[in-house]
Nanobody, 120 residues
Framework: QVQLVESGGGLVQAGGSLRLSCAASGSIYSINAMGWYRQAPGKQRELVATIISGGSTNYADSVKGRFTISRDNAKNTVYLQMNSLKPEDTAVYYC??????????????WGRGTQVTVSS
């Protein structure tokens, strides 16, 4: 089992910043990819940003230039720095981690989600 603990959501005014964190623990042998997804009310869950073990990143067009994803491999933690937030960024943000556990089994876990609300 792999456990994910998310933190950092909240309420912020448009133009403000927030930093999300997600720490993974448990039966981890390797982490191949970490990422953030979001789901706004009435919409499907969408990719926000991902980072793979080599450090390559991928962003949704809507957040490029405003959000930055990073990871601390020693802490098995992924971060999402969100700047210049807009009301349309309001959503529940979910952490996702993929990799192999100590039994060499592939895993794909989701966090419980953290609410980000951006007021206009």
């Amino acid at each position: 089992q792999v456990q994910l603990v998310e933190s950092g959501g909240g309420l912020v005014q448009a133009g403000g910043s927030l930093r999300l964190s997600c720490a993974a623990s448990g039966s981890i042998y390797s982490i191949n990819a970490m990422g953030w997804y979001r789901q706004a009310p009435g919409k499907q869950r969408e990719l926000v940003a991902t980072i793979i073990s080599g450090g390559s990143t991928n962003y949704a067009d809507s957040v490029k230039g405003r959000f930055t994803i990073s990871r601390d491999n020693a802490k098995n933690t992924v971060y999402l720095q969100m700047n210049s937030l807009k009301p349309e960024d309001t959503a529940v943000y979910y952490c996702n981690v993929k990799g192999f556990d100590v039994m060499s089994q592939w895993y794909n876990y989701w966090g419980r989600g953290t609410q980000v609300t951006v007021s206009s």
